[in-house]
């Protein structure tokens, strides 16, 4: 199996732009994770779904901050429009069900002007 | 407020030695805990678990010890290696019907030659 895939891998783009994360989970596993890396935070958890359905996303930090999972093979993290402190690396990961080991995808570093 | 600390930014070992990379938690309904190893540009991976019925997991060289009582648990890397030179995050998650994993800040460990 390739492992969870992300793109793009780096993003820079200027304050108040739309930006697109996407993620393809492992072929087989039920829940899918978007998680958020920055030096002072650390690994929050932004968002996750089981089956393609949103579970929790209290973690998402406000409005601008949007996910989908159209099928069970494709995720988007969408923030619009984006504000310099999103800059930071965006991981998704996967997991079976019942089981909690996440694999992680190799994330995508944003950088926002 | 941090349910998962990991008080030590970093560490530096000697190859061959003994690797101890410290956790405390704080949420007593944590009951499965887990390393993640992380090298840079990469994902973080799986690398060992330990459910809080077992006070002991070994995997070849590398041994998480839990301590209920203490809220503490470790990761022994024996002998340490170069390569494992990385970030290592220590999770937690309650079985009681959640798969959010809580994640502290991470270690990074370097292994000199």
């Known amino acids: 199996d390739a492992g969870v895939i992300q793109s793009p891998r780096h993003e820079v783009t200027e304050m108040g732009q739309e930006v697109t994360l996407r993620c393809k989970p492992i072929?087989?596993?039920?829940?899918l994770f978007w998680y958020r890396q920055t030096m002072m935070r650390g690994l929050e958890l932004l968002i996750y779904?089981?089956?393609?359905?949103?579970?929790?996303d209290s973690g998402m930090p406000e409005d601008r901050f949007s996910a989908k999972m159209p099928n069970a093979s494709f995720s988007t993290l969408k923030i619009q429009p984006s504000e310099p402190r999103d800059s930071a690396v965006y991981f998704c990961?996967?997991?079976?069900?019942?089981?909690?080991?996440?694999?992680f995808g190799p994330g995508t570093r944003l950088t926002v002007l | 407020d941090q349910q998962v600390k990991q008080n030590s930014p970093s560490l530096s070992v000697q190859e061959g030695r003994i690797s101890i990379l410290n956790c405390d938690y704080t949420?007593?309904?944590?009951?499965?805990f887990l390393w993640y190893k992380k090298y840079p540009a990469e994902g973080p991976t799986f690398l060992i678990s330990?459910?809080?019925?077992?006070d002991k997991n070994e995997d070849g060289r590398f041994t998480v010890f839990l301590n209920k009582s203490a809220k503490h648990l470790s990761l022994h890397i024996v002998p340490s290696q170069p390569g494992d030179s990385a970030v290592y995050f220590c999770?937690?998650?309650?079985?009681?019907?959640?798969?959010?994993?809580?994640f502290g800040k991470g270690t990074k460990l370097s292994v000199i030659p």
């Open positions: 949420n007593s309904m944590f009951d499965y």
């Open positions: 779904f089981n089956n393609n359905v949103p579970i929790d």
């Open positions: 999770a937690a998650y309650s079985g009681a019907g959640s798969y959010q994993l809580t």
């Open positions: 330990i459910s809080s019925i077992k």
């Open positions: 072929s087989g596993h039920d829940y």
């Open positions: 990961a996967s997991s079976r069900i019942r089981m909690n080991t996440q694999y």
